[in-house]
């Protein structure tokens, strides 16, 4: 929980410097990859929830017939 309250307070300097030390990190190239892996995995994490969702509101109502 204190994880999502810190990101919520990173302001417009801290972004630059994460951005500096990931560029650092992994170089230009390895970038690319890094976000579309990531994207990936953002995608895959939403349509998981998204299952979630749609099977509990199916249980909801079924339960209410």
């Known amino acids: ?3 999502l309250l810190f990101l919520g307070n990173l302001g417009t ?3 630059i ?4 030390v990931v560029l650092l990190l992994f170089g230009g190239k390895k970038i690319p990859e890094l976000m ?3 994207g990936k995995g953002i995608k895959q994490f939403k349509d998981g ?3 979630i ?3 509990i ?3 909801i109502e079924e339960e209410r017939k």
């Open 53 to 55: 969702e749609d099977d």
């Open 57 to 59: 509101k199916g249980s």
């Open 17 to 20: 410097i994460i951005a500096i």
């Open 1 to 3: 929980m204190s994880t």
């Open 13 to 15: 300097g801290e972004i």
């Open 36 to 38: 579309k892996g990531l």
């Open 49 to 51: 929830v998204s299952g």
